[in-house]
Structure formats: structure tokens, C-alpha cells
């Protein structure tokens, strides 16, 4: 009899990570995301105005291991580094603020990199998992239509962990340890300009009231489009106090806190987009790597069990595929 395969749910950097790893070692898999493509939060969106950055906005790189892969990813042609002319916001001063830090994007936009991983791995996308649960020796998925996948050897939950608790109701303490992370919202929203805004800003770390960021989408490498497009994002206490405020008020206020920031003149977007994660970041970073009931075969990864960061995320992956490697 074939061996049956492994469950991977999400296909974020984390649960890609851990799914490469574990084909890398002959082992069988599918994948599931109730999204229509991958990437969650570090996927871009497609808009009339070409494709925008709107969750993650680039990422660095401690860890060696990361770091060779990142090299490999600029090998495949992927990532490329963005050296944006950075500046920051305090108290409503604007200095510039260049660094020596490295930092990557996926080219030409950010789901390049899970798009790449994924290749031809099998998957299913629009497909929302609702239960996992364990017969006598292997895992049936439901989906939100109640629709069985399986039978499957392994799970790994590969989600933010407000939605892994759910998935995770088979091993009492991994459920309950997701269940303990708090994470944080944001509120994203992308602004065009028809004429180029008069500014040498590329990329702007803010410590105000609205905003916590705000970058210049085409100074990344590989991005193009005919207007000057801008991504902000909310502080995660601005955008958690507007949260169910309706996009059209919630690009009126970012755009408004953004034309005072900056140190030229901000006309009226001819294209705009508001874009609310849920689930934008861990409050805090934790040490777990990854969560595991070896016993059952049920595994859980994601930023949250690190450090709510690309780099997080693609580490806690490797760690869940190695630990089912370990205990096969
Ligand atoms: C606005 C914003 C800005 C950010 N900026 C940066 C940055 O500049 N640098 C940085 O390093 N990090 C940044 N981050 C964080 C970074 O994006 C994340 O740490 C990382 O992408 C998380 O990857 P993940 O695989 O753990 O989770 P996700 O990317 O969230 O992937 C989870 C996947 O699971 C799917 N899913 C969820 N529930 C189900 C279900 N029930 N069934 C099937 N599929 C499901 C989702 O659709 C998603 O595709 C940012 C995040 C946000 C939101
Ligand atoms: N908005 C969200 O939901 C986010 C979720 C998760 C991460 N988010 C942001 O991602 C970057 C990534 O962090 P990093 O990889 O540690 O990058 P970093 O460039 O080293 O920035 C970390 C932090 O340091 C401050 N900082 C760095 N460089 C400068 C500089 N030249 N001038 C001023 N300040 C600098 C700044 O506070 C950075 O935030 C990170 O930005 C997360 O906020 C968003």
C-alpha cells in the first residue's frame, strides 16, 4: 500500500518552509489555503494599478540558515535586496534615518518566493479546513463545505493561531498554547498618484498616532505600474481602535495622517485600496519553534512561535518538518 500523505494547512512562508523540507526528503504531502492563491501574509495583492505589497513589507535575515536560503531564493531569481532612502517619523519630525541593514523582497513582487516554493507541489487552494480529526491511525480534513479530504499520516496546522486553536481541538495542549497568543491587527492601505509625489522618501518608519509605516511600492526592485503608489500601515493600537470602521474612512484617515508626514504636497489618489488583517502579528514573540504531539503525528508552525516575522515564520516551518522527520 503507497504511504499516505502529509497534511499541510496554509501556504504561507511557514507552511511552504516545512512542505519543501519535507518533499526535499521523498515524503508525499498536499497543501490547503482558503486563499485563491499563496503567500497569506506575505502575498501581494493584484490591483487595476499593478501589484501592491500589503502585508509584508520586506524581511531581514539573522539566522545562517535563513540566510543561505535567502542566497538560494537570489539564485532562483526570486528575492532581490531593496536599498529604499529610508527616513523616520517622531513627534511629527521627519529625519532622514539610513542604516547598513540588509533587507530582501520577493521580485518582481512578493509572492514570488511562495509562489516559487510551492512549484509543483499539490494543492488546494479556496479550500478552508474546518476540523482535523484522527480516526484509529491517520487524519481526515473537513472544509468549511463539508467536504472530507484524506486519509492523511501527518497534519501540520500552518495558520495564525487564533485559527490553529480551532484545527488543533485533537491535542488538548497544542490547542491551548495557540489559544494563549494574542495576535494583532492592521490596517493596510495602498494610495496612487498620477504625478510622482515630490519626495526622495522611500520608506518611512513612524512612531505617531495613525501610522507605524509607510513605503514607496515602485522603489522596490522588479514593481512597475504608471502611478506612484504608496502602501501605509497602521499602528497595531490605531488599527485595532478602527477596526470595524469601513475602508472608505479608514483611507481617509491614513491618507490624511500621511499628507501631514510627509514634506510635500499629497493631492487627491486617483486609486485607492484598504486592506484589514485580522491577524497581523503575534503581541509578543515566543521561543516554542513549533508545536507537537509526536504521538498523535499533529504539528504546528507559524511566526507566532517565533519572532511574528518572515525569517520567524520560515524557521518554525523547517523545525516542524524536522521534528515529523525525527519521529517517522
Ligand atoms: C501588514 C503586515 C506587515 C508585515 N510586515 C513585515 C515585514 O516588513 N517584515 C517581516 O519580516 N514580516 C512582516 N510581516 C509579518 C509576516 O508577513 C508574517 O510573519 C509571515 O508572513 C507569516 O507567515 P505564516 O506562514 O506563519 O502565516 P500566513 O502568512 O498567515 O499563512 C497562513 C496561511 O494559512 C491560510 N489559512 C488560514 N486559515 C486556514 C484554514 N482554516 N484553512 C486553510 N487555510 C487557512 C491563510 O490563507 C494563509 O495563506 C507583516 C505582516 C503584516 C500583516
Ligand atoms: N504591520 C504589521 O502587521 C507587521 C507585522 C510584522 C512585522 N512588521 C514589521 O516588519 C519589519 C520587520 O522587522 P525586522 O526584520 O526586524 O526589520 P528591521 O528593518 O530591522 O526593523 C525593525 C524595527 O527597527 C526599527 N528600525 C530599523 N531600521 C530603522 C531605521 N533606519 N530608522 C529607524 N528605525 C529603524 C523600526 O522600528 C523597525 O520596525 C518591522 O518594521 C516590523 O514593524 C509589521
Given at each position: 500500500?503507497?504511504?499516505?500523505?502529509?497534511?499541510?494547512?496554509?501556504?504561507?512562508?511557514?507552511?511552504?518552509?516545512?512542505?519543501?523540507?519535507?518533499h526535499?526528503?521523498?515524503?508525499?504531502?498536499?497543501?490547503?489555503?482558503?486563499?485563491?492563491?499563496?503567500?497569506?501574509?506575505?502575498?501581494?495583492?493584484?490591483?487595476?494599478?499593478?501589484?501592491?505589497?500589503?502585508?509584508?513589507?520586506?524581511?531581514?535575515?539573522?539566522?545562517?540558515?535563513?540566510?543561505?536560503?535567502?542566497?538560494?531564493?537570489?539564485?532562483?531569481?526570486?528575492?532581490?535586496?531593496?536599498?529604499?532612502?529610508?527616513?523616520?517619523?517622531?513627534?511629527?519630525?521627519?529625519?532622514?534615518?539610513?542604516?547598513?541593514?540588509?533587507?530582501?523582497?520577493?521580485?518582481?513582487?512578493?509572492?514570488?518566493?511562495?509562489r516559487?516554493l510551492?512549484?509543483?507541489?499539490p494543492?488546494t487552494?479556496?479550500?478552508?479546513?474546518?476540523?482535523?480529526?484522527?480516526?484509529?491511525?491517520?487524519?481526515?480534513?473537513?472544509?468549511?463545505?463539508?467536504?472530507?479530504?484524506?486519509?492523511?499520516?501527518?497534519?501540520?496546522?500552518?495558520?495564525?493561531?487564533?485559527?490553529?486553536?480551532?484545527?488543533?481541538?485533537?491535542?488538548?495542549?497544542?490547542?491551548s498554547?495557540?489559544?494563549?497568543?494574542?495576535?494583532?491587527?492592521?490596517?493596510?492601505?495602498?494610495?496612487?498618484?498620477?504625478?510622482?509625489?515630490?519626495?526622495?522618501?522611500?520608506?518611512?518608519?513612524?512612531?505617531?498616532?495613525?501610522?507605524?509605516?509607510?513605503?514607496?511600492?515602485?522603489?522596490?526592485?522588479?514593481?512597475?505600474?504608471?502611478?506612484?503608489?504608496?502602501?501605509?500601515?497602521?499602528?497595531?493600537?490605531?488599527?485595532?481602535?478602527?477596526?470595524?470602521?469601513?475602508?472608505?474612512?479608514?483611507?481617509e484617515?491614513?491618507?490624511?495622517?500621511?499628507?501631514?508626514?510627509?514634506?510635500c504636497?499629497?493631492?487627491?489618489?486617483?486609486?485607492?485600496?484598504?486592506?484589514?488583517?485580522?491577524?497581523?502579528?503575534?503581541?509578543?514573540?515566543?521561543?516554542?519553534?513549533?508545536?507537537?504531539?509526536?504521538?498523535?503525528?499533529?504539528?504546528?508552525?507559524?511566526?507566532?512561535?517565533?519572532?511574528?516575522?518572515?525569517?520567524?515564520?520560515?524557521?518554525?516551518?523547517?523545525?516542524a518538518?524536522?521534528?515529523?522527520?525525527?519521529?517517522?
Amino acid at each position: 500500500m503507497s504511504q499516505a500523505p502529509i497534511a499541510i494547512i496554509g501556504t504561507g512562508i511557514a507552511g511552504l518552509s516545512a512542505a519543501r523540507a519535507l518533499h526535499d526528503a521523498g515524503l508525499p504531502l498536499h497543501l490547503f489555503d482558503k486563499s485563491r492563491g499563496s503567500g497569506g501574509r506575505m502575498a501581494s495583492k493584484r490591483s487595476d494599478v499593478g501589484s501592491l505589497d500589503l502585508g509584508a513589507q520586506y524581511f531581514t535575515t539573522r539566522d545562517r540558515r535563513f540566510s543561505e536560503t535567502v542566497r538560494q531564493w537570489q539564485a532562483e531569481g526570486w528575492v532581490d535586496q531593496w536599498s529604499p532612502t529610508l527616513f523616520q517619523s517622531r513627534g511629527g519630525q521627519l529625519k532622514s534615518s539610513a542604516d547598513e541593514q540588509l533587507r530582501w523582497v520577493g521580485q518582481p513582487t512578493m509572492s514570488a518566493i511562495t509562489r516559487g516554493l510551492l512549484g509543483e507541489l499539490p494543492v488546494t487552494f479556496s479550500c478552508r479546513i474546518t476540523e482535523v480529526f484522527r480516526g484509529e491511525h491517520q487524519w481526515t480534513l473537513v472544509d468549511a463545505t463539508g467536504t472530507s479530504h484524506g486519509p492523511f499520516s501527518h497534519v501540520i496546522v500552518a495558520v495564525p493561531a487564533p485559527q490553529a486553536a480551532a484545527l488543533l481541538s485533537s491535542a488538548p495542549k497544542l490547542a491551548s498554547a495557540a489559544a494563549s497568543v494574542a495576535m494583532e491587527p492592521t490596517w493596510s492601505v495602498a494610495l496612487g498618484f498620477a504625478m510622482p509625489l515630490s519626495t526622495t522618501l522611500e520608506g518611512c518608519f513612524v512612531q505617531d498616532d495613525a501610522l507605524d509605516w509607510v513605503a514607496r511600492n515602485r522603489s522596490k526592485p522588479g514593481r512597475d505600474g504608471q502611478l506612484d503608489t504608496w502602501v501605509l500601515h497602521g499602528t497595531s493600537e490605531w488599527s485595532r481602535h478602527h477596526l470595524d470602521l469601513p475602508k472608505d474612512a479608514v483611507i481617509e484617515l491614513l491618507h490624511g495622517a500621511f499628507a501631514e508626514l510627509i514634506d510635500c504636497v499629497v493631492p487627491a489618489p486617483e486609486f485607492t485600496l484598504a486592506h484589514r488583517w485580522l491577524y497581523a502579528r503575534p503581541s509578543q514573540a515566543h521561543e516554542w519553534n513549533a508545536l507537537t504531539d509526536a504521538r498523535l503525528g499533529l504539528y504546528a508552525c507559524g511566526d507566532w512561535c517565533l519572532s511574528g516575522r518572515v525569517e520567524g515564520a520560515w524557521l518554525s516551518g523547517q523545525e516542524a518538518a524536522r521534528r515529523l522527520l525525527e519521529n517517522l
